[in-house]
């Protein structure tokens, strides 16, 4: 097969881009044994946080606990680089708790690249990919071949090139630079490679805001915001040698405030004064951004009524005193958006160290992916992250994973992973884009989930540990953690189940909390049944569980609390894996079902689902379509056995 | 739903039935519909088959021997009721002509069709909708013209229509929780609990206004339950009479549920009349009494009106002071014989009477009148865009709605759970009503729905 001459390397999986989505990628190959070569333009930028210095949040934050449970570093990297951590929704109660923090760019950047060190099968490679090597009729991937001249074998690709095929930054009308990043250049010869090879491309843009030197910032005008740190750390691999169990969390670096402004009136005016030197606005860029990531010109043209917006002001790390100014992301000309900056109270004499800016970039349609994230026209080629016209650190590095999984797979030839959507939001994710396709920049919420009382960021490891384990892709230690941390829920629950408790040793913790008491003893269960009482409160009162890991037991405290919700959530996720066995022929021939609808017939031929699940997804394909297919594919099953 | 149950994957077969009811008339249809229609019922025909969608004058043979003269029609797939490829003979009526055609249709390959089976091809293909196939049902079955207006408004879609939207509404709500969850720091701040009260009460008075067409829509399908009492002599057997033979049409006379009454289904005014006379009812010395036990035995406690009959205002003061006291169903005063009353009489009864002459018949259509009158104050009028409920899958269905619906609202006043949490009764809610539309556990809606039809149609 390679008569290709000089491969300077002959890699298993190449990986191309090690941003968020491609570092998850080639953690994930190498876990499973495959020799990895990630190549990126620049090994300085490995591990990039090329927009908001914060890895978490409303869903995101369980994503990163997903991708931490099956081995990843993006939750490792955050715990070593984290200065500032709150919970959201903190108030709505823990089964929708979401972890978010701030990190220190420089710090994260560090932390990722010598946790990819730290696997031996891993190499870097500085180069920029200038052309797949295809076999003759460009139906499986041979290597790849950088701009420089450099050629390397591989028997799988996954590509993570992010916003850097043909991206292009605009800042106001005037300015268009060819770029990926500010101040990076941007890839054009594999785009144009891609297109040839058949794929649909479509553009995408996004924007971030400036960033203001903290020095000229009055920081006595702004509202402060602490950081909340308890115990928290995303990773579980922390978990050994019993550190956490004992109460010392891993040490984060010293904890930074963000600080909180706003947007009034007058900057308002300067925006709508200045609308049409946007890029946006302008009509420099005509593709669509993400409507829940809006540039504040969105925010003026589209909620005139607002009285003011919010901007947080966040910390860049301890090595500089730069801030990111979240909420102000703009593609106006810099001179307006230093004016803007200007009117806001506390920043009357700032300084601007970059403009914020918008960038268009190249994605692909997602459906055009297997569910594996693997190219459907060429096997062996995987996409994972903004290429798919996702958002989001932490939606690529879920994909990353996914599809650095599977690139290694496909060379063992074993079966792929797909994770259902009960089991995670990575799966959720993965399903929705090759199932549903993207119309904007896809992000996360908890409403895109069927599951989101089950699937939740304290139980990743459940959910997802037993994958790992069958995989192989633990170390023996995080193999014995893991095992460890479900041991505890185990006690935690029997604990629970065969202790009970006296009225006397409830009496404290009830009266405080304005609950019931007790009559006479029961079952500590019974009591942390009641809303209002803390599983591990009763635990500590009756003098158990002290050794007992406290995430496990707010676990195990939620499964007491809703256990009959959470059962009609698993009830359902049963029904929709007995839809996800029925699985459908790729060959199935749709044209001629008269019993579906039409559109039903053209969009199952366009998608080609591999189960009944994922065809119940597919938009315009109708309740009544979906028992008509069954009964089809019974009929067609029958008639063959009988032929 | 995965496992197509048998009787689902036998779309293979050409199946043929007798679509009219059987007996003595003029014609019968003939319908035979799948995949094979076109070619088994050429056999049996010696003239060309006719064009698509044109009736044509054939001879119908089995083998040499001429069977019919019948009227026979193409309809090619999809456009037929089944979706599938139909022949319909129109064949001269009776028992022997068209059950011999069906028997050379069925010598050639067709198979005889088990009951429902053409609609359930029609639902299988797409053609037709679940709750518009229980609606071809209803139709079929319709004892009156307000059954008819109900089921063709449901076969029109009114009722799926209607469901769907509430399961759009039901989504919108659950995504109203799931906003604040999502977007925890945005500039607007959470979504105030006033609008999702709104949209939750929104949901919960369409649900409930659904539900409250449950009673009428029985009375749609079984009728209302009309019990005439009153004194021996009184005029009730000639009242039943009169009532029967004004009416436009008699759909059934059949013995009561016991062998002391006698029920009619009359269709005379607005709604359907279960007309219940208990004239047979024995009379002993004691009988007045005697009449009061066995009437609210059998039927005070089910009647939707009670007609209190008598000659003079005299006994019918005391016929209904009797039947109030055994029935909550409203009571009209009707004073038979009319003709024989003299005006003095009437204006000494406390109440409204209606003066009624089996004889002359006057009177009889004031009575109809107080009887729908009376039926729409205690079912509500009939009003021409809601749908009605007329089966207890469907009132199943929207109660589980409605009362997981009162559940998340309950805990969410009450701020018992977590809004997400609480959110998963709204989810339970939107699955009720899929399963009514027909999205889920399909193959379990299917026979329970089909179930309930005979042959042919």
Redesign the interface.
């Known amino acids: 097969m390679s008569q290709l001459p000089g491969f300077e390397t002959e890699f298993d999986v190449v990986v191309i881009g090690a941003g968020h989505a491609g570092t998850e990628a080639a953690v994930a190959a190498a876990r499973l044994g495959a020799r990895v070569g990630l190549i990126t333009s620049a090994l300085e930028t490995i591990g990039q946080m090329s927009c908001n210095p914060a890895i978490g949040g409303v869903a995101k934050g369980t994503v990163v606990r997903e991708v931490d449970a099956l081995g990843g570093i993006m939750g490792r990297a955050t715990d070593l680089a984290m200065i500032q951590f709150r919970m959201l929704n903190r108030s709505k109660g823990p089964a929708v708790w979401s972890p978010r923090a701030q990190c220190d760019r420089g710090l994260y950047r560090r932390a990722v690249r010598s946790l990819l060190e730290q696997h031996t099968q891993l190499q870097t490679v500085q180069g920029t990919v200038a052309r797949l090597l295809l076999t003759p009729d460009e139906r499986r991937v041979l290597g790849v071949e950088t701009i420089e001249g450099r050629c390397f074998g591989a028997k799988s690709v996954v590509i993570t090139t992010g916003t850097f095929l043909r991206g292009r930054i605009h800042i106001g009308t005037e300015t268009r630079i060819p770029g990926g990043r500010a101040g990076e250049t941007a890839t054009t010869h594999l785009a144009e490679q891609l297109e040839q090879a058949g794929l649909t491309v479509a553009r995408f843009k996004t924007g971030t805001p400036p960033r203001i030197d903290g020095r000229s910032v009055d920081y006595s005008a702004l509202e402060i915001q602490e950081s909340e740190i308890e115990q928290f750390d995303y990773s579980w691999s922390h978990f050994w040698g019993a550190k956490r169990r004992q109460g010392s969390s891993i040490r984060h670096p010293a904890q930074m405030p963000c600080w909180i402004t706003y947007l009034e009136a007058e900057g308002k005016k300067i925006i709508k004064d200045n609308i049409a030197k946007s890029a946006m606005y302008g009509g420099a860029i005509s593709s669509r951004g993400p409507r829940y990531c809006p540039s504040v010109e969105d925010k003026i043209v589209k909620f005139p009524d607002a009285e003011r917006h919010q901007i947080f002001l966040e910390p860049e790390g301890h090595d500089t005193t730069e801030l990111y100014v979240n909420g102000l992301s703009t593609s106006l000309p810099v001179a307006v958006q230093l004016e803007i900056l200007r009117s806001v109270r506390g920043l009357t004499n700032v300084r601007m160290n970059r403009a914020g800016y918008a960038i268009e970039y190249d994605y692909y349609p997602p459906t055009q992916l297997d569910p594996s994230l693997q190219v459907k026209v060429i096997p062996g080629l995987y996409f994972a992250g903004q290429i798919n016209g996702t958002t989001g650190y932490e939606e690529a590095a879920g994909q990353g994973l996914v599809a650095g999984l599977n690139a290694a797979l496909s060379i063992q030839r074993k079966q792929p992973i797909v994770l259902g959507r009960e089991t995670s939001y990575i799966g959720v994710l993965v399903d929705d884009l090759v199932t549903r396709g993207v119309d904007e920049p896809y992000r996360l919420f908890t409403s895109r989930s069927e599951f989101r009382l089950t699937v939740r960021q304290d139980n990743a490891l459940r959910r997802l540990g037993h994958i790992g384990i069958r995989l192989g892709i633990y170390s023996e230690l995080e193999d014995s953690a893991i095992k460890a941390r479900l041991e505890h829920e185990d006690a935690a629950l029997r604990l629970a189940e065969t202790s009970s408790i006296r009225p006397d040793q409830a009496a404290q913790i009830l009266s405080g909390a304005g609950s019931a008491p007790l009559s006479h003893a029961v079952r500590i269960v019974e009591v942390a049944r009641r809303q209002e009482i803390a599983l591990d409160g009763l635990l500590r009162a009756v003098g158990l569980g002290a050794d007992l890991d406290s995430e496990a037991l707010v676990t195990v405290d939620l499964e007491i609390k809703y256990a009959g919700y959470f059962e009609r959530e698993r009830a359902q996720a049963e029904r929709m894996r007995r839809m996800g066995d029925f699985s459908l022929d790729p060959d199935l021939e749709y044209g001629d079902m008269r019993s579906l609808s039409l559109e039903a017939r053209q969009k199952l031929s366009n998608l080609k689902p591999h189960s009944l699940a994922q065809a119940s997804r597919i938009p315009g394909v109708s309740p009544s379509d979906l028992q008509n297919l069954v009964i089809e594919i019974e009929r067609r099953r029958r008639l063959a056995v009988t032929h | ?2 496992s ?1 149950g048998t009787s ?2 036998q ?2 077969d050409t199946i043929v039935s007798v679509a009219s009811a059987p007996g003595r008339g003029a014609v019968a249809l003939v319908r035979l519909s799948g995949p094979n229609a076109f070619s088994i019922a050429a056999k049996h025909l010696r003239l060309p088959p006719p064009e698509p969608r044109v009736s044509q004058l054939c001879d119908v043979f089995d083998g040499e021997q001429k069977l019919d003269q019948a009227l026979v029609t193409l309809f090619p ?2 456009g037929s009721f089944t ?1 599938d490829n139909t022949v319909e003979f129109s064949t001269h009526g009776g028992y022997l002509v068209p059950s011999t055609i069906v028997a050379a249709l069925i010598s050639s390959g067709a198979r005889q069709a088990t009951p429902g089976e053409f609609t359930r091809r029609a ?4 053609k037709l ?1 679940i709750l518009q196939a229980e609606a071809i049902g209803d139709l079929i079955d319709a004892s009156s013209h307000i059954m008819q207006l109900t089921a063709l408004r449901q076969l029109d879609g009114g009722l799926s229509r209607r469901l769907l939207s509430l399961r759009n509404d039901l989504i919108g709500l ?2 109203l929780i ?11 701040g959470p979504v105030p609990r006033s609008r999702i009260d709104q949209a939750a009460e929104g949901i919960a008075s369409s649900l409930e206004a659904l539900l409250s067409t449950v009673p009428a829509g029985e009375v749609i399908r079984e009728g209302a339950i009309v019990v005439i009492v009153g004194p021996p002599n009184a005029g009730k057997s000639s009242l039943f009479n009169a009532l029967l033979g004004r009416s436009r049409a008699i759909v059934t006379e059949m013995p009561g549920t016991t062998r002391d009454a006698l029920e009619a289904v009359i269709d005379s005014g607005k709604w359907p009349l279960r007309l219940v006379d208990t004239a047979g009812l024995r009379e002993t010395e004691d009988r007045i009494e005697r009449l009061g036990m066995e009437v609210s035995e059998r039927y005070m406690r089910s009647a939707q009106i009670v007609l209190a009959c008598a000659e003079d205002s005299r006994s019918l003061e005391e016929i209904v002071s009797l039947v109030s006291s055994s029935s909550t169903a409203p009571i009209l005063a009707v004073l038979t014989k009319s003709d024989l009353v003299s005006k003095r009489d009437e204006s000494l009864l406390s109440r409204t009477v209606i003066p009624v002459s089996a004889e002359t018949g006057t009177g009889l259509r004031e009575l109809l009148c107080a009887i729908d009158e009376a039926l729409d104050t205690r079912h509500g009028e009939i009003i021409p865009d809601l749908p009605i409920l007329t089966r207890a899958r469907h009132r199943n269905a929207i109660s589980t709605a409605s009362s997981e619906l009162k559940q998340f609202t309950e805990a969410w006043r009450e701020e ?6 609480a959110a ?1 009764h709204l ?2 809610a939107v ?1 009720s009503l ?1 399963e009514l ?4 556990e ?1 193959e379990d809606v299917l026979d329970r729905v089909f179930s309930s039809f005979c042959v042919g149609k």
């Open positions: 739903m995965i197509a689902a994957v779309l293979e797939s999809p979706g639902v299988l293909n797409g909708d659950e995504a799931a906003y604040d969850v999502d977007f925890p720091e945005e500039d607007d018992k759970l977590p809004a997400t949490v998963v989810r339970t699955y899929e539309i027909g999205a889920v399909v």
